[in-house]
């Protein structure tokens, strides 16, 4: 009997192929089944399986791309600093009011690092040994303690964790080894992303197993759903969030909570902004923010061919050059409005991948050696064309970008790329405070960290104002010891 009402689900959609080993199964790995597949939204298949059609167009974007209008570019070093600091402490005072919280997202696992953890746990190699997660709750830690000492009360910053199943269990337990980093277990919102469907290139549910449907995580852009389906928007009320900044946990240099950011937006009464860098190479895999059909989008760069990639302004910059670093601002009404009326206007983007299967014919587990489907995702910029308020702030790639995408071996978006650029950047913050460099003879593995819980981004270093950093060593400057700590360096 169940069997016959599962075929009278999956018919009207074309996937009684999912049924082909229910014979097989037993009661229970037939209940669980049942369980699974009722639990999948069918009206959408359609729409998914439109999503297949994509693979033999061809884009149009060359001739839809427009260049961002000027007066909503902002760029933070063209500001004076009067206006930066009021940025700042308008941020900040966000902070002080619990109006200001953080979404990181962090559903993606350390695969192409090598490793089977969730990216968050990895170490780049700091002399700290501190891991990603560390290194941002240390920052929200030292932003809370900055607006408490600056409007004397006491100040948290709510914190948001998106994972998705692959990461959600080794993340919790992470933060509850570590006593969440010092930061209060009550104001950490851990929650799990949705999963979608893997399809055939013909549109067709694939079976990972006789009782399992190949599903993936649904995207970034599957933020807004979960925030649906696990009741974080009636958090937000609930503790009075107005405003949310969302970050992606593979940046390593990321300002989380960033109250300069904050304090742009509320100065522009914007509802939804963009953080940015200056795109400089035309060949860099980052998408760029511009109208398309007159709407605010983020472009990938596989979207757009190389000719346009490639046009110069009078100035010679690029002409498409903000580049999206996955940095959020949105109002709480913005996603109030975004998940009430837009949520099933967020389109699927595909990825072609190889997606493990049970041969329909032979009953067969098979790992393909290429792709043979395609994984469908959501991506958490496709917000921007239900902005009516938008704009972009641009930041310097050295002081606020710096992914790790890949492993060890590599050069770049590695390891060894993020931890130089911390080392670069933290060693521009103790020589703006007035540190002396001692110039050394021979190659070094210098290295240069200051703890988040020293300084944010630079500041309150005065006491560093004529001290000498010897580049021969590894400098580590941590809450415990506020006179560097120089380690001999390998040589």
Known sequence: ???????????????????????????????????????????????????????????????????????????????????QQKWWDDGLKQISEGLSAVLLLAGGQGTRLGVSYPKGMYNVGLPSGKTLYQIQAERILKLQQLAEVKYSKPSFIRWYIMTSEATLSA????????????????????????????????GK??????????????????????LLKNNIIDDFEKHNVKNVQVYCVDNILVKVADPSFTGFCIERGLECCNKVIEKTDP???????????????VVEYSEISKETAEKRSSDGR????????CLH?????????????????????????????????????V???????????????????????????EVERSEEFSPLKNGPSESVCSPSSCKNDVSDLHLKYLLNAGAILKQENGKTDFLCEVSPLVSYG??????????????????????????????????
């Open 171 to 202: 993340t919790c337990e992470y933060f509850a080894l570590h006593n969440y980093f010092g930061l209060k277990p009550e104001n950490i919102v851990i929650f799990e992303q949705n999963l979608v469907p893997c399809l055939t290139f013909d």
């Open 318 to 325: 690029l002409l498409y050059k903000h580049s999206n670093i």
């Open 205 to 226: 549910i694939i079976l990972a197993s006789k009782d399992h449907i190949a599903k993936s995580p649904d995207g970034n852009g599957g933020l807004y759903g979960a």
């Open 283 to 297: 060949k860099e895999a980052v998408g760029v923010v511009c109208k398309l059909k007159g709407k605010y989008q």
């Open 458 to 491: 630079g500041e309150g270093l005065s006491d560093y104002n004529g001290k000498v950093i010897s580049k021969a060593a590894i400098v580590y400057i941590d809450e415990n010891h506020r006179s560097p700590v120089h380690k001999k360096s390998k040589n």
């Open 367 to 393: 790992e393909p050696k290429s792709p043979n489907g395609i994984k469908l995702e959501k991506f958490v910029f496709d917000v921007f064309p239900f902005s009516s308020n938008f704009a972009v702030f």
């Open 1 to 83: 009997m169940e069997k016959l009402q599962l075929e009278s689900l999956l018919r009207p959609y074309g996937q009684e192929h999912l049924l082909t080993f229910w014979n097989e199964l037993s009661k229970d790995q037939q209940l669980n089944f049942e369980k699974d597949l009722r639990s999948i939204d069918f009206s959408c298949i359609s729409d998914l399986k439109k999503c297949t059609d994509e693979l033999a167009k061809e884009s149009d974007t060359d001739e839809l791309i427009e260049c961002l209008p000027e007066d909503i570019c902002v760029k933070k070093s063209a500001a004076s600093l009067e206006l």
């Open 329 to 365: 601002y949105f109002t709480v009404e913005f996603l109030k409005k975004v998940i009430s009326e837009h949520l099933n206007e967020l389109p699927y983007h595909i990825a072609k991948k190889k997606i493990p299967f049970v041969d329909l014919s032979s009953g067969v587990y």
